[in-house]
């Protein structure tokens, strides 16, 4: 379990005067249970990418504590231990390749940990089949799509084994078929792992187990996502929009008010409902 406490935090010092710059988190208070399937929206600088960081220690909280699997991110002995567990993909897919094989790229983790050879060899395999990347082991990255750099990304971070994954607006840099690629993998993960999918696409919090919404450097909303998403007006205040199932059922609602008691976020559930 990864337990954010009472974490608060803000850029740069206080600068003596007692002034300090605006709170980017405000007493946020999570749980992510191993396992589970989360996404976080959220407007642009809410502080996502902030919270994100403050999972594996890249920020340290200005007060409160994040705590994972039992380990202060602030103790200095447990910092390589909470960075294996908690592996974090970012939005680039050009900054987080390294090597010039995909296999040595993905490898790279597991030699840093120091295991042995034929650990290393079948901790590779078994990352790039999670991410449907093996036949491209000994390819260049350079000569890889976009959809298909994030997902050795993804495969350096399975290597590590670690419990959860934070994913940064991995899909947002990719384009319409990237995007799906990488949401299959996420969902083919599921269940194996935490993961906490950072978004601004809508559609891709309709399948979560749980969604949160952050906004100016609180968790406003938290629930699953029929709840979030028939918060309609809250939806519209948070920065958000809803889903295009949703937002079309809608428009069919307001001719026929009888239609959608609860609102649709798959095409099926609209089909559905529409025929019957
Ligand atoms: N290194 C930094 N130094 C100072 N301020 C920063 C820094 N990084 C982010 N901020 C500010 O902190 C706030 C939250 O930023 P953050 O990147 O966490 O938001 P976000 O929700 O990830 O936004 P986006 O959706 O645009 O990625 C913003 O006001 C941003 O300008
Ligand atoms: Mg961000």
Request: aromatic share 6%; net charge negative; charged share 30%.
């Amino acid at each position: 379990m990864i337990e954010f406490k009472n974490v608060s935090f803000w850029y740069g010092e206080e600068d003596g005067f007692g002034i300090r710059n605006e709170e980017v988190l405000r007493e946020v208070s999570l749980e992510i249970p191993p396992g589970k399937f989360m996404v976080l929206l959220g407007r642009n600088g809410s502080g996502k990418s902030t919270l994100a960081k403050h999972a594996n220690g890249l920020l340290l909280p200005q007060s409160g504590e994040v705590i994972v699997d039992g380990m202060n991110t602030r103790d200095e002995e447990s910092i390589w231990e909470i960075r294996r567990r908690v592996g974090l993909v970012f939005q680039n897919p050009d900054n987080q390749i390294i090597a010039t094989t995909v296999e040595e790229d993905v490898a790279f983790g597991p030699e840093n940990l120091g295991l042995p050879r034929e650990e290393i060899i079948a901790r590779v395999e078994e990352a790039l089949d999670l991410v449907g990347m093996a036949e491209y082991r000994n390819k260049e990255p350079h000569l890889l799509s976009g959809g298909q750099k994030q997902r050795v990304a993804i495969a350096g971070v399975l290597a590590m084994h670690p419990e959860y994954l934070i994913l940064d607006e991995a899909t947002s840099m990719l384009d319409p078929e990237g995007k799906e690629e990488l949401m299959k993998v996420i969902l083919n993960l599921r269940g194996k792992i935490a993961i906490l999918h950072i978004t601004h696409n809508v559609e891709e919090a309709t399948e979560a187990d749980e969604v949160l919404v952050m906004d100016e450097g609180r968790i406003v909303a938290q629930g699953k996502p029929r709840e979030i998403f028939s918060q309609v007006e809250e939806i519209e205040n948070w920065g958000l929009e809803l889903p295009q199932v949703t937002e079309t059922a809608l428009l069919v609602k307001k001719q026929f008010p009888y239609l959608f008691e609860t609102l649709p976020l798959s095409p099926r559930e609209l089909v559905e409902e529409l025929c019957s």
